[in-house]
């Protein structure tokens, strides 16, 4: 079995930082997919970011481009999303995610195993 556990989360000012960490416990994760989601209430969970460990393969959503960036650090089984220049509308509970394969996919439903989720608000 698979646990994740999301930390970094916090309140920040438009503009400010934030870094996320995923720690993945359970299996090895060489062969795993890990991504980033995000939800505020009353939508439904958004694709974030997403890599490989196998090829390093990522993908973005287009309203984070150039501004977050998704790494891993295999040895400690953690993942991060290092998020800059941030919006209000970045608002929202972060979650981490997991599945087996190599393609990168892009939608909540591909995606096996998650975290509890950690909150992150950006003041304007």
């Known amino acids: 079995q698979v646990q994740l556990v999301e930390s970094g989360g916090g309140l920040v000012q438009a503009g400010g930082s934030l870094s996320l960490s995923c720690a993945a416990s359970?299996?090895?994760?060489?062969?795993?997919?890990m991504g980033w989601f995000r939800q505020v209430p009353g939508k439904e969970r958004e694709f974030v970011a997403a890599?490989?460990?196998?090829?390093?393969?990522?993908s973005y959503a287009d309203s984070v481009k150039g501004r977050f960036t998704i790494s891993g650090d295999i040895a400690k089984n953690t993942v991060y999303l290092q998020m800059n220049n941030l919006k209000p509308e970045d608002t929202a509970v972060y979650y981490c995610?997991?599945?087996?394969?190599?393609?990168?996919?892009?939608?909540?439903?591909?995606?096996?195993?998650w975290g509890q989720g950690t909150q992150v608000t950006v003041s304007s």
């Open positions: 995610a997991c599945r087996t394969g190599i393609v990168v996919p892009t939608t909540p439903a591909q995606y096996t195993h």
């Open positions: 359970g299996r090895t994760f060489s062969w795993h997919v």
């Open positions: 890599m490989n460990w196998s090829g390093g393969s990522t």
